[in-house]
Nanobody, 122 residues
């Protein structure tokens, strides 16, 4: 089992940057693929990015490719989401996710964080 705690959300102007962090508990962090989803008001959870257990493979939804970068530090039990060139449509609650297998859908995820708000003003 792994517990996830996100941090780093906030308010930023369009074109700005934020870095989200997700700290995982437990000694088996490296045994989980990690990722991020987001949920805007009135919308479903949307896959944003995922990274394999070793960090060797990454996956992104098309709308964030070239702007967001997912990375992980298994020694620190932490996964990051660097978000650049932010747009108002990136505004959402961002959730950290973990599963033993890599995922691109919320139905594949076993563990969730509590979420952190990201607001991008125009």
């Amino acid at each position: 089992q792994v517990q996830l705690v996100e941090s780093g959300g906030g308010l930023v102007q369009a074109g700005g940057s934020l870095r989200l962090s997700c700290a995982g508990s437990g000694r088996t962090f490296s045994g989980y693929a990690m990722g991020w989803f987001r949920q805007a008001p009135g919308k479903e959870h949307e896959f944003v990015a995922a990274i394999s257990r070793s960090g060797g493979s990454t996956y992104y939804t098309d709308s964030v490719k070239g702007r967001f970068t997912i990375s992980r530090d298994n020694a620190k039990n932490t996964v990051y989401l660097q978000m650049n060139s932010l747009k108002p449509e990136d505004t959402a609650v961002y959730y950290c996710a973990a599963d033993p297998l890599v995922f691109t859908s919320k139905t594949q995820v076993k563990y969730w964080g509590q979420g952190t708000q990201v607001t991008v003003s125009s």
